[in-house]
C-alpha cells in the first residue's frame, strides 16, 4: 500500500552495492526478492472492518454530500471490466456476481415519506435516515429525479446520511466493490457511500468526491489512516449529472470506473 503501513524484514542490504528487490503485498501474503531469490514471506493484510456504514455524508460532517445518490451496491468481490460495463449499460442479467453481493440499495422501494432505504440484496442490510429512527436535520430527502425512479437527496448543512447498522456481510476485509450513481453539485471533498469515520478511528472502504471534482475510491488496512487511493484522471464530476462510479479492489490493487470506463 502507498500508506503508513512498514514491516522490517530484517534482511540486511549491501552499502554502494546494486541490489535487485521486489515487493508482493496482497490479503493472503507479503512477499519480497532480492537478487531473484525469495527472501521474506509474512501473511497479507486485508481491508480493516470498519464499523457503521454510511451513504451520503459522514458522520464527523468531513465529507459532505451535496446532490443526488442512486443505485449503489456493495460485493465482497472484484468486479471484471466486462461486468462493471453490463451494470453500467443495464445488460447485467444475471452475472455470477450477483451471488457476491452483500448490499444493494436501489432507491425504488420507498419513496418520500419513508426513513428506511431497503436492502433488496440477500442480507437484508436496511439503512436508516439519519443517526436515529426519529424525523431530523440529518435525514436525506427524496427526489423522483433518479435513474430509473426515486434517488436519496442530500444537503451539506447537516451531513444527511443513511447509516447501515454493522454487519458481518459489510465487513469485507478482502477484494471488493463498490458502484453508485451519483449527480454532485459542490466543490469539496464529499463521501458517497463506504464504512469511513475518521472520528470513531473506524476507516474500512469508501467511494468519494474531492474538492475538483474528481471520483475516488480508498481503503484503509488500520482503521486509522488512509493506506491507498485511487482518483479519476478527469475532474468536474460535480456537475449535477447522473455518473456511474465503481471503486474495484482485487486484494493487491486499486481500480476506478467511471460512467463504464477504467
Known amino acids: 500500500f502507498a500508506g503508513d ?28 526478492w532480492k537478487d531473484g531469490v525469495e527472501v521474506f514471506t509474512t501473511a497479507g493484510e486485508g481491508i480493516d472492518s470498519g464499523g457503521v456504514a454510511y451513504i451520503g455524508s459522514d458522520p464527523d460532517k468531513a465529507w459532505q454530500f451535496i446532490g443526488r445518490i442512486d443505485e449503489v451496491k456493495v460485493w465482497n468481490t472484484s468486479l471484471s471490466d466486462s461486468e462493471i460495463s453490463d451494470y453500467y449499460n ?11 453481493m452483500v448490499a444493494e440499495y436501489l432507491c425504488d422501494e420507498e419513496g418520500p415519506g419513508s426513513q428506511v432505504l431497503t436492502d433488496t440484496g440477500w442480507y437484508a442490510n436496511d439503512g436508516q435516515f439519519g443517526p436515529t429512527s426519529g424525523s431530523e436535520l440529518a435525514d436525506p430527502g427524496w427526489t423522483a429525479s433518479g435513474m430509473g425512479g426515486y434517488a436519496l437527496a442530500c444537503t451539506a448543512a447537516q451531513s444527511d446520511r443513511v447509516e447501515v447498522p454493522d454487519h458481518l456481510s459489510l465487513d469485507v476485509t478482502g477484494p471488493i466493490t463498490v458502484e453508485a450513481w451519483v449527480a454532485y453539485v459542490t466543490n469539496a471533498d464529499a463521501g458517497i457511500a463506504g464504512k469511513w469515520s475518521a472520528g470513531t478511528g473506524q476507516r474500512s472502504y469508501l467511494l468519494y468526491l ?43 490493487a486499486l481500480k476506478l470506473y467511471v460512467d463504464g470506463q477504467d
Request: charged share 15%; aromatic share 14%.
Open 90 to 100: 443495464d445488460t447485467w442479467a444475471h452475472h455470477q456476481s450477483y451471488d457476491y
Open 5 to 32: 503501513r512498514a514491516i522490517d524484514t530484517g534482511i540486511p542490504f549491501t552499502m554502494n552495492k546494486w541490489e535487485h528487490i521486489v515487493v508482493y503485498w496482497s490479503t493472503s501474503e507479503i512477499k519480497m
Open 210 to 252: 474531492d474538492g475538483t471534482g474528481s471520483l475516488g475510491f480508498c481503503v484503509s488496512d488500520d482503521g486509522g489512516s488512509t493506506d491507498a487511493y485511487v482518483l479519476s484522471p478527469l475532474t468536474g464530476y460535480n456537475d449535477n449529472t447522473w455518473h456511474h462510479v465503481v471503486g474495484v479492489y482485487d486484494g493487491a
